[in-house]
């Protein structure tokens, strides 16, 4: 089984309905993000946490909230889709203890696939 | 700000040819360097990484160095397979967050 998994694979929506994109794992790390991907862009950071009671903003976080349920479960929310939100959303981890926090590697979850028409 | 340039694709090889997609990066500090690889259809998964200058970082016959005295992270390999074909990503680590590439689309034909 994944060690990060997303759900759902894929979705298509319109524009103004609110979508929850979940994502869970199981390889006990503390650490959370969402991430976004676009042709050319490369991969930008939303929201990241690092621990359950601890959630910051990234580089775009407008348009956006999270949830961090529990320490396996960080949940990314987009209360009113905009068709300029259709990208691949990914979802890491990473284990603090692993190193320091310029060398913990993340770990990345299979993606998913939002459409907003 | 931190900020990762890496070459742009799409770059199309033969098998067995050498593959080089270089990488330049801009970061306060003392960041950690990754290249990660992103199948068709896949996640991101962790090609190779190196925490600090002079460290090479290799995995699945490529390679990568970390010079810090040109602020580069060039990755590498000698014989590239079809199996290679993928989308390669530079990214640099800093204080809390990774900052990426535009990525590089790579396709080997047999």
């Known amino acids: 089984d994944a060690d990060v998994t997303q759900t759902p694979r894929n979705r298509i929506t319109k524009t103004g309905k609110r979508i929850m994109l979940e994502c869970s794992q199981t390889k006990g790390h503390d650490r959370m993000y969402w991430y976004r991907q676009d042709p050319g862009l490369g991969l930008r950071l939303i929201y990241y946490?690092?621990?359950?009671?601890?959630?910051n903003k990234g580089e775009i976080s407008d348009g956006y909230s999270v949830s961090r349920q529990a320490q396996a479960k960080f949940s990314l929310s987009l209360e009113s889709a905009i068709p300029n939100q259709t990208a691949l959303y990914f979802c890491?981890?990473?284990?603090?203890?692993?190193?320091?926090?310029?060398?913990?590697?993340?770990?990345f979850g299979p993606g998913t696939r939002l459409t907003v028409l | 700000g931190d900020s990762v340039t890496q070459m742009e694709g799409p770059v199309t090889l033969s098998e067995e040819a050498f593959l080089t997609i270089n990488c330049t990066y801009t970061?306060?500090?003392?960041?950690?360097l990754f290249w990660y690889v992103q199948y068709p259809g896949e996640g991101l998964q962790l090609l190779l990484k190196a925490t600090k200058a002079d460290d090479k970082g290799s995995n699945k016959g490529f390679e990568a160095t970390y010079r810090k005295e040109t602020t580069s992270f060039h990755l590498e390999k000698g014989s590239v397979q079809v199996s290679d074909s993928a989308v390669y990503f530079c990214?640099?680590?800093?204080?809390?967050?990774?900052?990426f590439g535009a990525g590089t689309t790579v396709t080997v034909r047999a």
């Open positions: 890491a981890t990473s284990d603090s203890t692993s190193g320091s926090g310029r060398t913990d590697t993340q770990y």
């Open positions: 970061a306060t500090g003392y960041p950690s």
């Open positions: 946490s690092f621990d359950v009671k601890d959630i």
């Open positions: 990214a640099l680590r800093g204080d809390y967050k990774l900052s």
